[in-house]
């Protein structure tokens, strides 16, 4: 790659496998921290794309949806 920076320092190496890692389905059987996030992320970016807009509601079985509060942390 031209203009690139070769990675010598054994961290910059580490970091760079890391940023290359792409979600397995397996990832949500393993036990690793990364493995753990990438699932996560995983299932919500489904759960977006499934619900379709950003007023999210739980659909109730009994036909009333349940809106899904957006409030953010108080201190």
Not at 13 to 32: H, I, T, W
């Amino acid at each position: 790659m031209k203009g690139a920076i070769p990675l010598t320092n054994k961290k910059d190496q580490e970091s760079s496998g890391l940023a290359n890692r792409y979600y397995e389905q397996e990832d949500y059987q393993r036990n690793d921290q990364l493995s753990s996030g990438l699932a996560t992320t995983h299932e919500q970016v489904s759960d977006t794309l499934a619900e379709g807009e950003i007023h999210a509601v739980i659909d109730d079985v009994n036909g009333k949806d349940i809106p899904v509060e957006r409030k953010g942390y108080d201190e």
